[in-house]
């Protein structure tokens, strides 16, 4: 079950579906639903993105959303699916091997193309690998339009992938058949496999028996054992005409979510089910995630420079705060220096004045030396950042900084790709040279991929005294 907190977007050509599901994924925080007016996605393609990003934006505003991530649904015409099947081979070589095979089924360029894939199934021959691909032209008006709306993508799939995903996980065949907001969306699945896809108008219920018929007829070799229907626009005439002419048990999809109406919960069933998935990164081989790479590695870096940001300038106001109070002190003094020098210019004449005077300066002298202390001491937070930045492993990634510049304690929590990745990013921090002390609890090593950790250790510098964070006494 994903520990990850995301919100789910459907998109279709008219309608844009949001929902969100609490943490342990079994009860709904909030959905909506929202007209996309004509001109915007125009033949399952971003043709306004901007226009696009503002009612998203209006949307997280207007319903007071704090969750920023997101998971994406893009329309099922505009994918490509298939599965394909491959010798054994190293799992490090697959994606080479499936992009390889991808050229001979794509009706675009491998280069134009996002591919992701998952192993759906493994046999001493070889594997069966489910692929999907989306043009990245299509593809970027979807992951553009949320981005700038402030929203972070951590996954982007089909309404396929989902409806295979929230209907039983029997390895037999079934038929999918899904009818809402103007389209049927069919599918032929043998349990995680995806055999066929297809998309027809749902008004037209005899078109979509047609389809159907057709599915069943061209994907003979899998038998399809029974029909699972979802979706509002199901019609007495679909179902029966199913019934009648499959003569196969027809049911319908079911996920069990607490207090959720069962009409709204098939009209909402494609963005609840994202929310039942772990979004992991693209790289992963058992799941699929369009989400392009070069986009996460983007997200990672902005992500990075925006805490390095906020550090920086905290790191600012607290040496400007300094830096005042010494200059009100040194105004004050400066003050004082002139009543007493008047003073004493009354009293004792001008011996007394030059006293004054050179009091004063030596009083100014010892404050200058203090602010060349503070100024000399502080460890700048960016320092140990980049340190800590710098000892992580591509496959993991901090997403949170805490940092007690007294005496010199870190937490940091994030993710990594796998357990590797997290020993590998432990020993660059020893070897650094830099930090000491360096714990990672072992509840953090208990899944094998995709691990949510938290390590504690210490900056050698601020522990063991070398710089130390003067307090100002005057």
Known sequence: MSSKQFVSVHFTSSKLQIVSLNKAKDEVIFFTSVDIPQGIIVDYKVKDVKALSEIIKKIWQTKNIKEKSVGLIVPEFSTFTKTIELPKVPISELDEAVRWEAQDFLPTEIKDSVIDWKVVKKSEL?????????????????????????LSPLVVETPSLSLARVSDKDSGGALVIYANLGEAILLVREGEKIVGSSVAASFNQRTVLQTVTQMISHY?????????????????E?????????????EWMQPKIKAFDSKVLQEYMIPLSLQLKDPTEPADETSINLLPSEWVKSHRNKK????????????????????????????????????????????SGLKGKDKGVIKGIEDTNVLTDKVVKINSSITPPQEIINAIYSS????????????????????????????QELLTFKQNLEESGKFSKVSIPVS???????????????????????????????
């Open 126 to 150: 070889g594997y069966q690998i489910l692929t999907v691909a989306i043009q990245k032209g299509v593809l970027s008006g979807f992951v553009d339009a949320v981005s700038m709306a402030g």
């Open 220 to 236: 003979g070799e899998t038998e399809i054992k029974k029909v699972q229907i979802g979706g509002i626009e199901i019609g007495k």
């Open 238 to 250: 679909l179902y029966s005409g199913l019934s009648k002419n499959l003569k196969i048990p027809v």
């Open 304 to 347: 990075f420079m925006k805490q390095l940001r906020s550090l920086v300038f905290a790191s600012t106001l607290a040496i400007l705060a300094n830096f005042i109070v010494v200059l009100v002190v040194f105004i004050l003094i400066t003050s004082e220096i002139n009543v007493l020098e008047g003073a004493n210019q009354n009293e």
């Open 392 to 419: 992580a492993p591509q496959g993991l990634f901090v997403s949170e900084y805490k940092i007690d510049m007294e005496d010199g304690n870190i937490l940091v929590r994030g993710n990594s790709s796998d357990r």
């Open 444 to 474: 953090s090593f208990e899944k094998e991929k995709d691990l949510e950790f938290e390590a504690n250790f210490g900056y050698l510098e601020l522990s063991k005294g070398k710089k130390k964070q003067l307090k100002l006494q005057i």
